[in-house]
């Protein structure tokens, strides 16, 4: 309940401002109460340390790659074949590993992502049964049923050394160890090749990070090709090996290093891939390279292959090949895409001192919406990432429609969206493209080159990628329909229940999206707009990416770094949005009024005097009016206190002279505190949602004017769960609101205001309609049926009918 009531405040004026004034609101917490961070560990401001890893030459305290950091490294050399009869990859690869850990090895792990695919796989094992009832769609139908009859995972032919000997290995689902001839010695290096060949999964039917989609008019595929060859898993300082299986959902950690990749397609397939194209000579006509070269400094996107030409290519079909030669530096993966179907745009894009070419590939069933958007987004992704982190450092940069709606590896994405058949496009599809486009390109800071762990941390790329997602949305147009950034879009989530702590493994996540990719970026944009503010945060934001740019961060040397930055205690806030699921509620509980009482009795007496003529009489007053009275038939009983001299707030002389007394003996700003009539408004806070988060305030005023204040979360510090606040006026105040531009994701608006705001609920009048039983229907169906059959009959009497000849 809130109450607005007016008490004096200072009763004891005499004594009270002969020290400090404010003493008993000061010391209603007490200073010598203990301190909570060092007795109990479910405070929400104790410190975080003890959780995370102690600081040490690999990682420091700042939160920064220390003076023994380390990181291992492996070299591609892959020969790749597509076979477009079958859908089948037949691949061999060399592999260069570098031991740069002070760690013996005896043996390397090696991922095998496509055996997530196998029947007896881990993934197809621990999947839990859909919903059957009451129905389930076709498309579904059709994925349960190909996934359980596909023929997927590796085989591998070989593994062996580099002279050709043959090496032990072991396959344990998604990962295969090979044992090594002898140990690896710190600096020091191993090669192993293995020959291999597995598959393509329909994307369009199961589920999956790529695959193929095939056009049943024109008989042609799109491939989309990744997780398509033996990967080496990382080892770290901190976690050893990472080898935990593939169950889809959690994605990848690899190692940087430098790739040649050759691969082999039909001669009139268009390919693309990670890297730059070593042998255009050999696979483009010469008009094709022409115009990419013009697209190098064109302003806006220049078509590479046209529409028609990749029209006309849909047809073709020879029994010869090309192979298509990339090269990449210091990337983590690598992906490709193949199709006859391609067209190709290409735009130079400057990146500091350097041209990057943004490069789109799409059939023409994706006209007119992807020439129109894809290129364009990719150009202002690298602008706006490349401010808030550093500059994109790769020469190219790619977006493909296919098959899987979105998908990032370094250089190249995998996005979906497409126009009707008609070429029209709804909203939602062309923002959902933009914001594709945006978000699998911007994967390519986060995290392919801050190379975190995504099988163990998802948000470590999924979230901050989304945060500067919503970022450039909101500089590609005004009122850009962003669906995650903005508080208000995580509230149902928050509230809702059912959730585990961002800092969960990537396959125990419930609620995948909104926990690893809405939270997260919630809580960063939190961070910036209403705790640390945009300059604070975005100079740590970049510190961060720049200390860990093309090295492996850990969560903790996230938030060291930001805290380090800052210059701002925030383990709070991990605490609160990170490591916890309670949400945010704050809720008005009460407010009070407070006014100096000067101790004039002659101002008193007048005030009270006021005070009484305004008091509305009780009912029963108002119905005694008029009441016969025994002392007005008694004239004999009255006496002194019922005669017209008697005045209950008549102020003695003595009072007088008593206050002038007072008066004489203060100072000057003494008693020109006594006359101030400032408000002094308590105002009680209670957090009912348990997140501790700051109260941002404003105060509305009686002359028509408001004010903005915000309180740290540090208010809260002493006590979680409710706290008072004075706010101190010479206004009179007759609103409050919390959160009134929705900045901390507030579930609960209801208790934000004071006085208390009724908000509606709505409810729809409807109209008693009769249903037909099972009789009236019959017979509507056969007096339908009646009329189609007239119908027939007529339209055969008009066909025999003969044209008369002229």
């Known amino acids: 309940m809130i109450l607005n009531c007016t008490r004096p405040l200072l009763a004891a004026i005499c004594v009270s401002f002969c020290s400090c004034c404010w003493m008993p609101l000061a010391t209603a917490q007490s200073p010598e109460a203990p301190n909570r961070k060092h007795q109990d560990p479910s405070d929400k401001f104790a410190q975080l340390d003890p959780w995370w890893p102690t600081p040490g030459d690999q990682r420091i305290a700042s939160g920064a790659p220390g003076p023994a950091y380390w990181q291992q490294r492996a070299d591609y050399e892959i020969d790749v074949t597509l076979d477009d009869q079958t859908q089948r ?37 621990t999947e839990t049964a859909p919903s059957l009832q009451p129905r389930i769609s076709f498309s579904h139908m059709k994925s349960i049923l190909a996934r359980r009859s596909f023929d997927g995972g590796y085989r591998i032919k070989s593994v062996t050394d580099a002279q050709g000997k043959p090496l032990p290995h072991k396959i344990a689902g998604t990962m295969m160890r090979i044992d090594l001839p002898e140990p690896l010695a710190p600096e020091t290096g191993t ?87 070593t042998n255009s000579e050999e696979v483009l006509t010469p008009q094709w390279r022409e115009r990419l070269e013009r697209a190098k400094t064109a302003d806006k996107p220049v078509f590479v292959v046209t529409p028609e030409e990749a029209k006309a290519n849909e047809s073709v079909r020879t029994e010869t090949t090309k192979t298509w030669t990339f090269d990449a530096k210091n990337v983590r993966d690598f992906a490709f895409a193949a199709s006859r179907k391609f067209i190709w745009d290409a735009m130079g894009t400057e990146v500091g001192s350097d041209t990057v070419m943004a490069m789109s590939f799409y059939p023409n069933e994706a006209e007119p919406l992807w020439s129109k958007y894809s290129t364009e987004a990719i150009a202002h992704t690298l602008d706006v990432y490349g401010r808030y982190s550093f500059e994109y450092p790769y020469e190219v940069a790619i977006s493909v429609n296919g098959p899987v709606y979105g998908m990032e590896y370094p250089m190249i994405c995998f996005n979906g969206p497409r126009p009707e058949d008609d070429g029209t496009y709804s909203k939602a599809t062309k923002y959902g493209l933009i914001s594709v486009v945006i978000h699998e390109v911007g994967h390519n800071f986060f995290p392919m080159i801050v190379n975190s762990d995504e099988r163990q941390w998802t948000w470590m790329d999924e979230g901050l990628n989304t945060f500067l997602q919503y970022l450039a949305e909101q500089e590609w147009e005004e009122g850009y329909p962003s669906r995650r950034g903005d508080p208000e879009k995580i509230v149902a989530y928050m509230r809702g229940g059912n959730q585990r702590p961002i800092m969960t493994g990537s396959e125990e996540i419930l609620q995948f999206g909104n926990n690893a990719y809405g ?30 740019k093309f090295k492996r961060p850990t969560p903790s040397d996230f938030f060291r770094t930001m805290e380090d930055a800052s ?7 991990w605490r609160g949005w990170f490591y916890g699921t309670e949400h945010v509620d704050i809720a008005i509980d009460d407010v009070e009024l407070y006014q100096i009482d000067s101790g004039d009795p002659d101002e008193k007496a007048e005030r009270e005097r006021q005070e009484k003529d305004r008091r509305e009489p009780t009912l029963s007053e108002t119905r005694n009016e008029g009441l016969k009275r025994r002392i007005d038939w008694q004239p004999g009983l009255k006496d002194f206190y019922n005669s017209p001299e008697y005045d209950e707030l008549k102020v003695e002389e003595e009072d007088r002279k008593s206050f002038q007394k007072f008066l004489d003996g203060l100072t000057s700003d003494e008693r020109a505190l006594l006359r101030r009539t400032t408000n002094f408004y308590v105002v009680d806070f209670r957090n009912v949602g348990g997140l501790v988060m700051p109260i941002v305030l404003r105060v509305h005023y009686a002359d028509s004017t408001s004010e903005m204040m915000q309180f740290p979360a540090q208010i809260w510090r002493h006590n979680s769960k409710q706290v008072g606040k004075l706010i101190v006026t010479d206004k009179e105040i007759v609103r409050l609101e919390l959160d009134p531009r929705r900045q901390t994701a507030d579930t609960d608006e209801s208790n934000n205001h004071w006085p208390e705001k009724l908000v509606p609920s709505r409810f729809k009048l409807f109209k008693d309609e009769k249903k037909k039983n099972a009789m009236q229907k019959a017979a509507q169906d056969e007096k339908q049926a009646d009329k189609e059959n007239g119908a027939e009959e007529k339209k055969s009497d008009d066909d025999d009918k003969v044209e008369p000849v002229e």
């Not at 990382?234 to 959690?250: A, E, M």
Request: charged letters at 25%; zero cysteines; proline letters at 3%.
């Open 567 to 573: 210059a701002i205690d925030l383990d709070w806030f």
């Open 89 to 125: 990859i037949i691949g061999s690869a060399r592999i260069d590993y570098h031991n740069q850990s002070p760690h013996t090895l005896s043996y390397v792990w090696v991922q095998l992502d496509q055996n997530r695919f196998r029947s007896d796989a881990d993934d197809a094992l």
């Open 191 to 277: 090669q192993f090749v293995i020959d291999y060949s597995y598959n393509i999964v329909n994307g369009k039917t199961i589920r999956a990070r790529s695959g193929y989609e095939f056009f049943e008019e024109d008989k042609n595929h799109i491939y989309e090709i990744a997780q398509w060859f033996p990967r080496v898993a990382s080892y770290t300082d901190f976690g050893g090996w990472q080898n935990k299986p593939f169950l889809g959902r959690g994605e990848f950690t690899l190692e940087l290093g430098d790739y040649r990749v050759r691969i082999t397609a039909p001669s009139e397939m268009v390919v693309t891939a990670t890297g730059t194209l």
């Open 519 to 548: 939270k997260p970026a919630t809580a960063l944009n939190i961070l910036r707009e209403t705790i640390l503010g945009r300059e604070l945060f975005d100079f740590a934001f970049r510190e961060y990416a720049r200390r860990w």
